[in-house]
């Protein structure tokens, strides 16, 4: 098949009604091209995006660096298993570690992937009798069982028992009630250091900086889950560096490669040490593929300034949206980090979601009342200004 369609909307539609697993809830559009922060649908609809690619796409649809390096990798090696050596991989790590703490890299495919390797890190990193872990509540680490074990949902849970053993969880935010969940079983907490799927909740001050000492105090491994909030979508290359609080691994994935799957652990080396040959592995893991379009990635941030630009757009987003705040009594609260913003509403989100994209503009809504963007860091002001107008017409109009 070619990349132009063929088939009519509902075509496409009536495929996937036959065949593919209705585990997702989609909007009646069919996606066929994306150019920077616009996307177009089957029937030539432009759509202003500001959730591209779920977070993912980061730096736009189809980022030029990131599309001119995977086309020339594709013609050198596309795949070749982790019993070889690759100069794409071994500079992928060199740059990420240079941009943390000096970690040392496990490349893996997926956000839930990472985690599932930090799981497997903290426990086999600490003397056997730990393994418990603590995450938290309103925290989101992933679909698959032990990750989803460590995210704190009921939503999640159900049907799904018996879950992973020595998850325990505590409210997000309460440093008190972690205290009191660690015993001689405690190996390690993971948190998100900005929640994303939660609904953009930022921690309370001395939050991230409590969950240190008490890690330090307890002999516990820290581990941040960046899948969402790493790679820049901050302001910084990673949020731990905004708060000034540094973890002992951070897991990685979402705007890793520019919009093609990849998923990273990086952990200090003398926690890595403790993954030897044989205990942990992912065969597409670091594919020369994934590894060029992950350095695409960190050379376009930094040639064109884009974390800046971060920092740059969040404080529009903000201005905008706190300035809505004082106009529209359905909006209760916003929070900005960076391009990660969430606008919590007094009202459902859904229409919001519908209306926003009959208007031609894609966003999130998560948690029931949360509308969430995040944004691409090539977004240009006047983009930015465009989404606000609309989100402002739609929100009033809710507001009746
Ligand atoms: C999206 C997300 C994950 C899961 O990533 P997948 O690539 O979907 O497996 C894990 N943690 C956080 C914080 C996320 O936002």
């Known amino acids: 098949m070619s990349s132009t369609p063929s088939l009519s909307a509902q ?17 009646p559009v069919v996606l066929v091209r994306g150019e920077g922060s616009y996307v177009w649908d089957s029937d030539g609809n432009r759509y202003l995006d500001l959730f591209p690619g779920w977070g993912c796409n980061l730096l736009g649809h189809c980022p030029p660096p990131v599309v001119e390096a995977v086309r020339d990798q594709l013609s050198w090696l596309i795949h070749v298993p982790n019993t070889w050596y690759t100069e794409p991989q071994g500079r992928w790590a060199e740059a990420l570690s240079q941009r943390s703490f000096g970690g040392q890299a496990f490349f893996c495919n997926s956000g839930t992937e ?80 900005v929640q994303g799927e939660g609904g953009v909740r930022i921690p309370p001050e001395g939050f991230l900086s409590g969950l240190r000492r008490l890690a330090d105090e307890n002999d516990l491994v820290l581990v941040f889950d960046e899948v969402q909030t ?23 994935a979402k705007a890793l490669c520019g919009g093609l799957a990849g998923g990273a652990l990086l952990a200090k080396p003398d926690i890595a040490s403790s993954l030897r040959p044989g205990m942990h ?30 920092r740059q757009l969040g404080a529009l ?25 969430g606008i919590e509403l007094d009202v459902d989100g859904a229409p919001v979601v519908e209306d926003c994209m009959k208007r031609g503009l894609l966003v999130n809504c998560t948690q029931g009342t949360v509308i969430r963007l995040l944004p691409a860091m090539t977004l240009t002001d006047e983009q930015a200004h465009q989404g606000c107008d609309i989100l402002a017409d739609v929100l009033k109009a809710q507001a009746g």
């Open 114 to 193: 990472a985690v599932e390797a930090a799981i497997k890190l903290v426990r086999l990193h600490t003397p056997k009798q730990r393994y418990k872990i603590i995450t938290f509540e309103g925290g989101f680490h992933g679909r698959t069982l032990g990750s989803t074990t460590a995210t704190a949902q009921p939503k999640y849970h159900e049907g799904l028992g018996p879950l992973v053993a020595g998850f325990l969880y505590a409210p997000y935010g309460d440093l008190e009630a972690v205290a009191k969940l660690i015993d001689d079983q405690t190996a390690g907490i993971l948190v998100e250091p």
């Open 11 to 27: 075509e496409t539609i009536d495929l996937f009604e036959r065949y593919v697993v209705p585990n997702y809830v989609r909007f």
């Open 230 to 252: 790493g790679c820049g979508r901050t302001g910084q290359w990673f949020a731990y560096q905004r708060f000034g609080v540094t973890p002992d691994v951070i897991t990685l």
């Open 281 to 310: 592995a992912a065969t597409f893991g670091g594919n020369p593929v994934a590894a060029r379009a992950g350095l695409a990635t960190i050379e376009m941030i930094e040639r064109e300034n884009l974390l800046e630009r971060t």
């Open 317 to 341: 987003f903000e201005e905008r949206l706190r300035q809505l705040q004082g106009q529209c009594e359905v909006v209760r609260e916003v929070r900005v980090a960076g391009l990660m913003i």
